[in-house]
């Protein structure tokens, strides 16, 4: 045989095998759940499909009925969990679905070099160690820049109005992503790592401009589908792997000049003087004190903006109903910390948690070993599996035939009840918004008092509507919030 007949016949054998791994799952995945077709992840990127509308069609059924499906996602089949018996289960079991962030499973991604080995990837003594640093910090923080950032960011709103033209401004609206980014960052900044982003008071901050251009090179979907292609080190990726590092490393340099400079890492209790304390005293060293820091701010900003998103919209949406209701509970409200004890602020909250959970697909643990999911579920070892917070948070079972509605009553009446309500929710996890258990969110009292606090200042000086031109849909994939949301604010007489 030839030598271009041998390197034909073994590239068709390569192609053939690609083509078979990505068709097909693996033979020894449990065969008693169903396979979702491999394509239809690529449904949001070939239309217009947006993540609610790929549920209903692919995933809601399967997932409702089986609890569990196997799923074509980043290169590699996964099991996928919805029913919330199961996410308990995986939730418990941490010893067998062991987290194993980016780090471990594709190590050599652009994700991976952004965020490293944190406290939300890392698992066992390494976690336990992270979570024994940061704790403290991230529940006991001054949340004082919270009021003060959301004046500045009604003053933006104000800023934005008067640079569109009046007649052009009720159908267009004002672009809300880039501002409420703005207000996440500055907030995040201020509370957990000891400086001030200023992205609020300045339109062109340096490392603003820096962190947005490596978000677009991170998130480029043909590297988030296949993320081996990194692999290939294409020159437009060596430069996103250094725009990267060199984030990373003004990011923590800011960190470290600014603590040190005001001599406050001592005495203070940011998350972030806890964490220079530890590699200081050789506990972390200074990689680990990087990915920590820089997962404080992704998750820290990110998350709150996505949750503060689909708020603003739900205020919007039902302005005559919830938005009344809600400006007539906190117009009389001085002192912030009474915004906790308010039923339909916080009813309305939880509901939109609920509705849409900012991190709804998220597949992160990989089994330690040979393991069953429920009675007959029988998962081979070192399988990713992940879980559908959506398809939990909406499961008739647990949330009634009216799971599917926009609906803050079905939390209680009072902040008793509502409170109690969220804990039984989150410790049966059909309300896994935030995690549960053991690796439960611990910036959650965070990122609420942020979201009150926030709504109760652009109440305080606006109506809020949907701007006409804006089509009501989410965002197409990855975090849930509805997709490039446009405003209208109409001044409070
Ligand atoms: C609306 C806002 C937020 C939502 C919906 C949210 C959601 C979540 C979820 C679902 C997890 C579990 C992730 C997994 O399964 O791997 C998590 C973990 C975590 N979150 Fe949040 N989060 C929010 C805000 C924040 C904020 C503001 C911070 C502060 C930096 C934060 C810090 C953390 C940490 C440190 C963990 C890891 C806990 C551990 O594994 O020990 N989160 N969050």
């Known amino acids: 045989m030839s030598l271009i007949k041998v390197i034909s016949s073994l590239s068709l054998i390569l192609i053939g095998v690609i083509i078979f791994k990505i068709v097909l799952p693996p033979l020894n995945f449990p065969r008693n759940i169903p396979t979702i077709p491999f394509y239809v992840i690529f449904l949001p990127t070939l239309t217009k499909m947006d993540q609610i509308q790929l549920y209903e069609l692919y995933l809601k059924e399967p997932l409702e009925k089986y609890g569990a499906v196997k799923v074509f996602f980043g290169a590699r089949w996964n099991i996928l969990v919805g029913r919330p018996e199961y996410l308990s289960e995986i939730f418990k079991k ?40 940061m704790t403290t910090g991230l529940q006991q923080f001054d949340d004082t820049p919270f009021e ?30 880039p501002l409420i980014q703005r207000l996440a960052l500055d907030n995040i900044s201020q509370t957990l790592l000891g400086f001030n982003f200023g992205t609020l008071t300045n339109d062109c901050v340096p490392l603003h401009e820096h962190l947005i251009r490596i978000k677009r090179q991170i998130f ?28 990373r490393n003004i990011l923590v340099d800011k960190v470290q000049t600014q603590l040190i400079e005001n001599y406050e890492f001592e005495q203070t209790k940011y998350v972030s ?15 680990q004190l990087t990915d920590n820091v820089v997962i404080m701010l992704v998750a820290g900003h990110e998350n709150p903006q996505l949750l503060l998103t689909s708020l603003l919209y739900f205020l919007a949406k039902y302005n005559n109903t919830w938005q009344k209701k809600i400006w007539n509970e906190v117009k009389d409200i001085i002192d912030t910390k009474d915004l906790a004890s308010l039923p339909h602020l916080n009813s309305f909250i939880l509901e939109t948690t609920r509705m849409y959970p900012p991190l709804n697909i998220i597949i992160n643990r990989c089994t330690s070993r040979k393991c069953r999911l429920g ?67 611990l910036g959650e009292k965070l990122a609420l008092s942020e979201m009150r606090v926030t709504i109760w200042e652009v109440l305080k000086q606006f109506e809020i509507t949907l701007a006409s031109e804006w089509e009501d849909r989410v965002t197409p994939a990855g975090p849930l919030c509805p997709a490039g949301l446009q405003l209208n604010f109409i001044e409070r007489k």
């Open 273 to 287: 003087s806890d964490l220079i304390r530890s590699y200081t005293n050789n506990i972390i060293n200074h990689k």
């Open 94 to 133: 941490e010893d067998i679905f062991a987290k194993s962030g980016n780090q471990k499973k594709i190590p050599y991604s652009a994700i991976a070099a952004y965020t490293g080995d944190n406290i939300i990837s890392a698992h066992g003594d390494v976690w336990k160690k992270y979570r024994g640093i």
């Open 148 to 177: 003060k950032n959301a004046k500045l960011f009604v003053k933006l709103i104000r800023i934005k109005m008067s640079d569109i033209d009046k007649t052009t401004l009720t159908k267009t609206g004002i672009p809300m992503i």
């Open 375 to 441: 009675n007959d579920i029988v998962i081979p070892k070192n399988t990713y599996v992940g879980y559908h917070n959506y398809s939990a948070t909406h499961n008739k079972n647990y949330w009634g035939d009216y799971a599917d509605d926009f609906e803050p009553r079905r939390w209680g009446d009072d902040i008793e009840s509502i409170t109690k309500s969220w804990r039984h929710h989150k410790n049966n996890s059909s309300l896994s918004s935030f995690h549960g258990g053991k690796r439960a969110c």
């Open 220 to 247: 480029q979907p043909l590297f988030l589908t296949f993320p081996f292609l990194d692999l290939l080190q294409l020159p437009q990726r060596k430069k996103a792997f250094s725009d990267i590092e060199q984030f």
